[in-house]
């Protein structure tokens, strides 16, 4: 069995054509081609079309490239609340399940 990045290419029995299988993106499972080839070449060929299809299918994320950081917010950027201020927020509220959910979040 010949081992490729997409999947394998193998002789079932002597004499016999060349199968290729390929990995499932969304299974671990190998799944073969629906075709048989005459030369392993041919399969292996048909793999390398085929993840090349994939390869260009797939998105690339453009921030690996990024030479330069983004900045980041620092923590002064979000207010935070006193325990006193959060029960009076609390305690505004009209409906009792409404101060709740605020002294939950806070």
Known sequence: MITTRLGFVRQPRPGGRWRARYLDPETPRLV????????KV???????????VRDLALPHNPCVNRSTRLPRHTAKDHPVLSPAEVDDLASAMKHPLDGTLVRVLA
């Not at 081609?33 to 005459?38: G, H, K, L, P, R």
């Not at 041919?42 to 090349?52: C, F, G, K, T, Y």
């Open 32 to 39: 073969p081609v629906a075709t048989t080839f005459a030369t």
């Open 42 to 52: 041919e399969a292996d060929r048909w793999l390398a079309q085929a993840q090349a």
